[in-house]
């Protein structure tokens, strides 16, 4: 059995390949960023270390998907331009608002938004006692991210994009 790699009251985390270390199979809601087998390549840095391992194809996330099951809930990161997993039931927008996202440059629209398939069953919206809202979810600002005095996120902007950033918080906590 593999030590974590953190754990406190709140949570556990575990470092090492999910299809190996599998605790987290026995979750109750699953809510990942996996590889999205889009074979990303940043525009920005070209040394090989920036491709994103199992980024090829979506071999790494339907299988994670298949050890975590058809019916609990679950939410699973992706983009647009992959097929998206068996079994999807909805699609959220993650609309991220104060950039233009990256992708193709030469593109006059960024694409400032993320997909989130939900998966799964246990979605009772009576249940939770939640009203109903649109499936677009906008947000302004950086996660952990502060306004600097031009108004604008200063270094801490670029934990918008996840581990594109080595000084944020946010992305330093994946
Ligand atoms: C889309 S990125 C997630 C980025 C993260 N949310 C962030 O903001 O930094 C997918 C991540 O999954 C990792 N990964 C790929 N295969 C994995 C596996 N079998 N087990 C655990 N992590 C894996 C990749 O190394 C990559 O860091």
Known sequence: MTAPFYRDDLVTLFCGDCREITDWVAADVL???????MAFQSGRRRKAFDLIVGDEDTTGRDAVLDMWGAERPGLVFGRWSVTPPSGERQRLIWHKARTTGMGDLAMPWGPNFEDIHVI???WDREAAGLPRVGSVITT?????????PRGGWGTRRRSLWGSWSSSSPAARRG
Request: without cysteine.
């Open 140 to 148: 302004t600002q950086a996660v952990g991210g502060v306004p600097t």
């Open 120 to 122: 799964g069953s246990g």
């Open 31 to 37: 809510v990942t960023d996996p590889p999205y087998g």
